[in-house]
């Protein structure tokens, strides 16, 4: 069955179950995704109310990775399901090395390369689902907001000033797979919010190849882990969907201002994320608005946007790493930042050659690519002698205007 596109305003009749919008349905239909591992659908109730409904997929051989399929989030047991992402992966996992080699592509250039059967002895009290046990589950509390007592004015001297009033803790579902790659251990992480929010996270452990030597001979040497995520957001499905870039800006002269922008992006192409700009991305659907009516007395639009969570940003020979966010019209050939088949050697088609023509981007079909690295210095430190404790590196999908208020507030 395939649902009518609806926003976040309820209407009459509005199916309560998850369903797949029209749009997207037939891309699901025309697109099956090609499995090789567990294949997982489950829809997780918080105490909240709300809930997510989705599909992970593992993928062994050619091209591995934890795949998040149709995945839809209701904020209330009488609120209508909305469809958020088609399909988010891992798309690529490059491994560069400061002396120039090696430089390996650790989905796209090996065949040999398969997620971790997860053993729940290990785990334990986590939940290790599917059958072949190869995706973690947990469900767990986070601190979503609080606010003081004190409501108004000048906060007076006395004890009210600093003591809490409401204080909200949420709900999340957390689960990770694990591609095992030679020496190294990649972890694959997505989080679920009973607000609406998506955490992806990427890490890397495992023991370091030369770590051993590196006391003795300080021959341990540094190299990046750069992870590049592939995004088919659908939100409210396929069809109405259009990317904006959001920068701020500061004037220096004294007093300093601030300036925040917020600009459509016309057609496929790449952007370059700026520190000082707090640069992020957003997907807008054309007909998903909420409740709170602005001057034409219509709701504000519902959107997502992409916050990064960094600590640096690697940039290499590799066209493709010359920029951190790409946006491209859905192409089902090009699930990954390389086109081609584990093993073939470069060059292959990849980011840039999938911008190259380019299309315009409003209100389409959108995929959004976003790259970001984890350093491993040179002369490994002796913490990670015997194996790397983990390094995370990711982003948030964090709902724009998909509530009328603070989520859940009393």
Not at 303 to 323: I, K, V
Not at 382 to 409: A, C, K, R, S
Request: glycine share 8%; charged share 20%.
């Amino acid at each position: 069955m395939f649902a009518l596109a609806s926003g976040s305003i309820a209407f009459a009749q509005v199916p309560l179950e998850p369903l797949i919008p029209a749009d997207s349905a037939l891309k699901r239909a025309a697109h099956p995704l090609i499995g090789g591992g567990d294949t997982v659908t489950e829809t997780v109730k918080f105490k909240s109310g709300s809930a997510w409904h989705l599909t992970l997929n593992t993928r062994d051989l050619n091209f591995p990775g934890l795949i998040i399929t149709d995945a839809s989030f209701q904020k209330s047991p009488n609120s209508p399901f909305i469809y958020v992402l088609f399909d988010a992966r891992v798309a690529e996992i490059f491994v560069p090395y400061h002396s120039g080699m090696p430089r390996y592509r650790d989905i796209s250039g090996f065949d040999w390369m398969k997620m971790l059967t997860l053993d729940p002895a290990k785990f334990a009290p986590r939940e290790i689902i599917g059958s072949d046990e190869k995706i973690c589950k947990e469900v767990r509390d986070y601190l979503a907001w609080m606010q003081t007592k004190y409501q108004g004015g000048d906060c007076p001297l006395g004890p009210e000033c600093v003591q809490s009033g409401a204080v909200r803790y949420g709900q999340e579902v957390n689960y990770f797979s694990v591609l095992g790659a030679g020496n190294y251990n990649y972890i694959m992480e997505w989080t679920f919010r009973d607000d609406g929010t998506i955490l992806a996270r990427a890490g890397s452990t495992g023991p370091k190849v030369d770590a051993s030597t590196a006391v003795a001979s300080g021959m341990s040497e540094g190299h990046m882990h750069n992870f590049a995520w592939r995004l088919d957001i659908d939100l409210n499905g396929a069809g109405a969907n259009t990317a904006f870039w959001k920068s701020h800006s500061e004037n220096l002269t004294a007093p300093s201002k601030g300036t925040d922008n917020r600009e459509p992006i016309m057609t496929e192409g790449s952007r370059v994320w700026n520190p000082e700009q707090y640069n992020t991305l957003e997907i807008q659907d054309a007909r998903l608005r909420n409740k709170h009516l602005v001057e034409n007395g219509l709701g504000r639009r519902t959107s997502y946007e992409l916050l990064p969570m960094r600590s640096g940003t690697a940039r290499h020979n590799e066209p493709w790493t010359q920029a951190d966010f790409w946006v491209t019209l859905y192409n089902p050939s090009e699930l990954h930042v390389f086109k081609g088949q584990p093993g073939q050697e470069l060059p292959l088609p990849s980011l840039p050659d999938y911008i190259s023509r380019p299309f315009p981007t409003i209100n389409k079909d959108l995929v959004i690519w976003y790259t970001a690295s984890e350093h491993h210095e040179n002369d490994s430190r002796d913490e990670d002698m015997n194996t790397v404790p983990v390094i995370w590196t990711g982003f948030e999908l964090d709902p724009q205007n998909l509530w009328d208020g603070t989520p859940f507030y009393p």
